[in-house]
T-cell receptor, first 112, second 113 residues
Framework: SQQGEEDPQALSIQEGENATMNCSYK?????LQWYRQNSGRGLVHLIL?????REKHSGRLRVTLDTSKKSSSLLITASRAADTASYFC????????????FGQGTRLTINP | DTEVTQTPKHLVMGMTNKKSLKCEQH?????MYWYKQKAKKPPELMFV???????INESVPSRFSPECPNSSLLNLHLHALQPEDSALYLC????????????FGSGTRLTVV
């Protein structure tokens, strides 16, 4: 079962611009995480935000969480060609927090 | 060591074959996971092991048989697979109990012929 819906499904921007991806989910969560996947290989953990947090930063990444709207956003600032990848949000349900369920993903392309 | 190592990277097997996928980590993580990912789709959870015990089986067909021989190793035994089982199989590990991020391996790309 898929928990998250991501928006947009695909995003293409110029290098140096900011990229924003959104994620919506359905159930109460323990935490929400964002992952990056290059070329269909392994996923890389980017950032985790707990249900009692509203915003978190890591380098050029900024994640927000609105539990009242059951939504999160990932902002990548000053994008680079190396940021080209698929980005997935994943939620750990408050009932079964050991089970991480992934959203549909956003395919991000950074044009030089 | 901060990696999850999966072998083999690629596997082609016939529908009557028996094969195994292997996953290894030395980060002291006590939770390990198998995910299946089809092309252009998100990863789907198959199994969760916590402290070497199977804690979650997402109604996976019995032709997939997981095994956790010790805290560092996770295997996925494959038998009598179907062509629709062709996918990228991802192993991940994490500290036990939320909230922790997962460390993923680079996956095994499986083709069933």
């Amino acid at each position: 079962s898929q928990q998250g819906e991501e928006d947009p499904q695909a995003l293409s921007i110029q290098e140096g611009e900011n990229a924003t991806m959104n994620c919506s989910y359905k159930t109460s969560i323990n935490n929400l995480q964002w992952y990056r996947q290059n070329s269909g290989r392994g996923l890389v953990h980017l950032i985790l935000i707990r249900s009692n947090e509203r915003e978190k930063h890591s380098g050029r990444l900024r994640v927000t969480l609105d539990t009242s709207k059951k939504s999160s956003s990932l902002l990548i600032t000053a994008s680079r060609a190396a940021d080209t990848a698929s980005y997935f949000c994943a939620t750990a349900d408050i009932q079964g927090a050991q089970k991480l369920v992934f959203g549909q993903g956003t395919r991000l392309t950074i044009n030089p | 060591d901060t990696e999850v190592t999966q072998t083999p990277k690629h596997l082609v097997m016939g529908m009557t074959n028996k094969k195994s996928l292997k996953c290894e980590q030395h980060m002291g993580h006590r939770a390990m996971y198998w995910y299946k990912q089809k092309a252009k789709k998100p990863p789907e959870l198959m199994f969760v092991y916590s402290y070497e015990k199977l804690s979650i089986n997402e109604s996976v067909p019995s032709r997939f048989s997981p095994e956790c021989p010790n805290s560092s190793l996770l295997n996925l035994h494959l038998h009598a697979l179907q062509p629709e089982d062709s996918a990228l199989y991802l192993c991940a590990s994490s500290q036990a109990g939320p909230p922790y991020g997962y460390t993923f391996g680079s996956g095994t790309r499986l083709t069933v012929v």
